[in-house]
Nanobody, 124 residues
Framework: QVQLVESGGGSVQAGGSLRLSCAAS????????MAWFRQAPGKEREGVAR????????SYADSVKGRFTISRDNAKNTVYLQMNSLKPEDTAIYYC?????????????????WGQGTQVTVSS
């Protein structure tokens, strides 16, 4: 059974940092892409960062470029999201997602597998 389990969320003041982790298990074949999405109350789910597991190639939403970094530890089947210089508008539930597609982007429709989400709250 495929599982994506996020951890590392919490509450932080503006300007602070958090690191989210996503542990993947149960995949018969390694997913090609891993990504982080977020959803704030009353808003649509937004793609934040995407990583190709083999090449390490990444892409980011404009709203987080220069502040967030997605990375992976393939030996641990874990993907991370380092979030620095956090702003109140980063407050959301953050979701880890995985795709077997060889090409994927920052739209939710690319991803078939999702974690349960972890809350990030940034206070001003």
């Amino acid at each position: 059974q495929v599982q994506l389990v996020e951890s590392g969320g919490g509450s932080v003041q503006a300007g602070g940092s958090l690191r989210l982790s996503c542990a993947a298990s149960g995949f018969a074949d390694d997913p090609h892409c891993m990504a982080w999405f977020r959803q704030a109350p009353g808003k649509e789910r937004e793609g934040v960062a995407r990583l190709y597991k083999l090449s390490g190639l990444t892409s980011y939403a404009d709203s987080v470029k220069g502040r967030f970094t997605i990375s992976r530890d393939n030996a641990k089947n874990t993907v991370y999201l380092q979030m620095n210089s956090l702003k109140p508008e980063d407050t959301a539930i953050y979701y880890c997602a995985a795709s077997r597609s060889p090409i994927c982007g920052l739209r939710a429709t690319w991803y078939a597998y999702w974690g349960q989400g972890t809350q990030v709250t940034v206070s001003s």
